[in-house]
């Protein structure tokens, strides 16, 4: 059985003032299916992002993290194919599809910036998308977010989306976003797609600021499998139409609203993890630095073994342990470390607690949910990850996925 995630509600998704988006099909990979996205923005529109750290870098990452100090005034997206791995003749397709949507709508070609997603070392079909730029454009409007988010899905079973309403001191703004993801997942800078967008204004360095706290505190929070994809890619649009945020009081609640968002999209990605059966959060806490607390966390979110015990509700408990101790901590004293499920105190002071019995951390095993919860007993900080277990559908799925 699969984590449990419903797709999102289009009448609970709220159009964002001065973004449109239009979906085609294309034909990209397969006929029939929703794989060309167009967001049209409105001029002076502020956008930001962050991008994969992955130095096999796809042509379209090259040329949005090329684009994206311009005056940007549309997004292409493509599902079904990465453009990466394609050398200079993926650069000069990428750069084909923003030259024809800049000619249709009326921009220049370097205000455009282009995302795929999809195979890598396989050449952009540009014919097929240029082909497809009318009926997306036909279909821009602003209420299309839940149509997006199906567009920009790979392996996903679900779509992804979530908005919010902030009130700054100048009025309400809204804040919507999508992403895709469920494979091929352990940013490290964000997800492999995700774009929220707001109605509030706010300067591009401030925009930027946010957008990199948002990934940090989300999408660099999450991992299905450890792997950092080519193609990772977080952008954040703030069209000025609605309320100004002209205090530090208001950039803050923006920047928790955007992460808000960021969050429950980055969950949603775990959730929708490919195979996964289980979500559980990595949770380290009285660690000397964030930085050292997270390192432990995503020692445990990554280990094959403590995934697949998780898939088979099996509390091998000491799989965890043996995480914590080669996670890199140099002068970790383990005589100090307690382990929880949940609320079930398994270890303390580095060892088996005395009145943990197996059919307690069975008990929690079995559960769609899980927390497990790490103290280092050496200082105050605190981090936390999401992750999932690994399946026979994992394998399944990512033996076949050219097929």
Same mark, same amino acid.
């Given at each position: 059985?699969?984590v449990?995630l ?5 009448a ?5 003032p001065?973004v449109?988006l239009g ?7 397969k006929?029939g299916?929703?794989d060309v996205l167009v967001v049209r923005l409105? =001029?002076g ?10 130095r ?6 090259v040329l949005?993290k090329?684009?994206?100090g $311009?005056?940007v005034r549309?997004l292409?997206v493509?599902?079904g194919?990465? $453009?990466?791995?394609t050398?200079?003749?993926?650069l000069?397709?990428?750069n084909?599809?923003c030259?024809?949507l800049?000619q249709h709508l009326?921009?220049?070609p370097?205000?455009v910036?282009?995302?795929?997603t999809g195979?890598?070392?396989?050449q952009l ?7 497809g730029l =009318?009926? @997306?454009?036909s279909d821009?409007?602003?209420?299309n977010?839940?149509s997006a ?6 392996t996903d079973?679900?779509a992804?989306? &979530?908005s919010?309403?902030v009130e700054?001191?100048?009025g ?6 999508? &992403?895709k993801?469920?494979?091929m997942i352990?940013?490290?800078m964000a997800t492999?797609l995700g774009?929220?967008?707001?109605d ?5 360095s ?14 660099n ?6 792997d950092?994809s080519t193609?990772?890619a977080?952008v954040c649009?703030a069209?000025?139409r609605?309320?100004? @945020? *002209? ?7 923006l920047?928790?609203a955007?992460?808000?968002v960021a969050?429950?999209?980055?969950q949603?990605?775990?959730?929708d993890?490919e195979?996964a ?10 660690? +000397?630095s964030e930085?050292?607390?997270?390192k432990v966390a995503?020692?445990? &979110? ?7 015990a998780?898939f ?8 965890i342990?043996?995480?914590v101790g080669?996670?890199? !901590?140099?002068d970790?004293?383990?005589s100090?470390v307690?382990?929880?499920l949940?609320?079930?105190l398994?270890a303390e002071?580095?060892?088996?607690h005395?009145?943990y *019995?197996?059919?307690?951390g069975a ?5 769609d949910?899980?927390t !497990?919860?790490?103290r ?5 900080a605190a981090?936390?990850v999401w992750?999932?277990d690994f399946?026979?559908d994992?394998?399944?799925i990512?033996?076949?996925? +050219?097929?």
């Amino acid at each position: 059985m699969a984590v449990r995630l419903d797709p999102p509600d289009p009448a609970a998704l709220h159009p964002v003032p001065g973004v449109e988006l239009g979906i085609a099909m294309a034909g990209v990979k397969k006929p029939g299916r929703k794989d060309v996205l167009v967001v049209r923005l409105a =001029p002076g529109t502020t956008v930001a992002g962050v991008f994969t750290k992955n130095r096999f870098c796809a042509a379209p990452v090259v040329l949005a993290k090329k684009n994206i100090g $311009n005056a940007v005034r549309a997004l292409v997206v493509n599902t079904g194919n990465a $453009n990466a791995g394609t050398g200079r003749e993926g650069l000069r397709r990428a750069n084909a599809v923003c030259a024809c949507l800049a000619q249709h709508l009326g921009c220049k070609p370097n205000q455009v910036l282009p995302f795929s997603t999809g195979v890598i070392m396989e050449q952009l079909p540009e014919a097929k998308i240029v082909a497809g730029l =009318p009926a @997306a454009i036909s279909d821009l409007k602003g209420a299309n977010w839940a149509s997006a988010a199906e567009a920009i899905m790979t392996t996903d079973t679900v779509a992804k989306a &979530a908005s919010r309403m902030v009130e700054l001191s100048t009025g309400v703004a809204t804040v919507t976003g999508i &992403a895709k993801g469920s494979g091929m997942i352990r940013p490290d800078m964000a997800t492999m797609l995700g774009f929220i967008a707001t109605d509030a204004g706010i300067s591009r360095s401030n925009l930027q600021r946010i957008a990199r706290k948002a990934a940090d505190r989300s999408f660099n929070a999450i991992t299905v499998d450890g792997d950092t994809s080519t193609n990772d890619a977080f952008v954040c649009l703030a069209s000025g139409r609605g309320p100004q @945020a *002209r205090s530090g009081k208001d950039e803050g609640l923006l920047e928790e609203a955007v992460t808000e968002v960021a969050q429950l999209l980055a969950q949603a990605i775990v959730r929708d993890g490919e195979g996964a059966t289980k979500f559980v959060t990595v949770t380290v806490e009285k660690g +000397r630095s964030e930085a050292e607390c997270r390192k432990v966390a995503y020692a445990i &979110a990554h280990s094959p073994l403590v995934k697949t015990a998780l898939f088979a509700s099996d509390p091998n408990l000491g799989r965890i342990l043996a995480a914590v101790g080669y996670a890199g !901590i140099a002068d970790l004293d383990t005589s100090k470390v307690d382990l929880c499920l949940d609320g079930v105190l398994v270890a303390e002071g580095g060892a088996r607690h005395a009145g943990y *019995r197996e059919a307690q951390g069975a008990a929690v095993m079995r559960q769609d949910e899980i927390t !497990i919860r790490v103290r280092l007993n050496r200082g105050k900080a605190a981090a936390s990850v999401w992750t999932c277990d690994f399946s026979y559908d994992y394998v399944k799925i990512n033996a076949e996925y +050219r097929t």
